[in-house]
């Protein structure tokens, strides 16, 4: 069964940056297409970036020029770099296997997330 | 974007008695809709993608319908561990995009 475990959430002041980290077991990270999905507090589900298993990757706008999304295949492990936060970008953050393998769509293993909090 | 909207917000359900959860699209995403259910403090879990086929392991009492804008997930029995938040998301258009969620609540 896949796991994932992300790692690397904490308080950081509005400004600064962060790298968080998803380590996966179980399948391999490089071979598959993989999302960060948030949560802010009290809200829904909010996809924010996706590696596909080819390698290109994409952003939602509200992220876009702040947060890069990058793997490493010898860690298995997925990452999200985050940078100029903003209170707005506080939330649990969850990894995401996509799937089905061939035409990532929906999120089919979850990990149990980490938290950020943007805050001074 | 497409835009996702479950209603209700809040159901109010007595254990053995029937969900049944709205999602609609602000366009037609054909049957590119899934469902998640979340428990307090843990991550979603895949329930449905395709509009109505059951992830692994799923019970049949959880059954999706609907294609096009408006979709359906429908709970036959509430069991005590099915009182959570459901949300569901779209994957027919980038971003993709997720409803607000319906809790559903003990009555």
């Known amino acids: 069964e896949a796991q994932l475990v992300e790692t690397g959430g904490g308080l950081i002041q509005p400004g600064g940056s962060l790298r968080l980290s998803c380590a996966a077991s179980a399948f391999t990270v490089s071979s598959n297409s993989m999302s960060w999905v948030r949560q802010a507090p009290g809200k829904g589900l909010e996809w924010v970036s996706v590696?596909?298993?080819?390698?290109?990757?994409y952003y939602a706008d509200s992220v876009k020029g702040r947060f890069t999304i990058s793997r490493d295949s010898f860690k298995n492990t997925l990452y999200l770099q985050m940078g100029s936060l903003r209170a707005e970008d506080t939330a649990v953050y969850y990894c995401?296997?996509?799937?089905?393998?061939?035409?990532?769509?929906?999120?089919?293993?979850w990990g149990q997330g980490t938290l950020v909090t943007v805050s001074s | 974007e497409v835009v996702m909207t479950q209603s209700p917000a809040t159901l109010s359900v007595s254990p053995g008695e029937r969900a049944t959860l709205s999602c609609r699209a602000s366009q037609s995403v054909t049957s590119n809709l899934a469902w998640y259910q979340q428990k307090p403090g843990q991550a979603p879990r895949l329930l449905i993608y395709?509009?109505?086929t059951r992830a692994t392991g799923i019970p049949a009492r959880f059954s999706g319908s609907g294609s096009g804008a408006e979709f359906t997930l429908t709970i036959s029995s509430l069991q005590s561990e099915d009182f959570a938040v459901y949300h569901c998301q779209q994957y027919n258009n980038w971003p993709r995009t997720f409803g607000q969620g319906t809790k559903v609540e003990v009555k």
């Open positions: 590696i596909y298993s080819g390698g290109n990757t």
């Open positions: 395709a509009a109505s």
């Open positions: 995401a296997r996509m799937g089905p393998l061939l035409l990532p769509s929906y999120f089919d293993s």
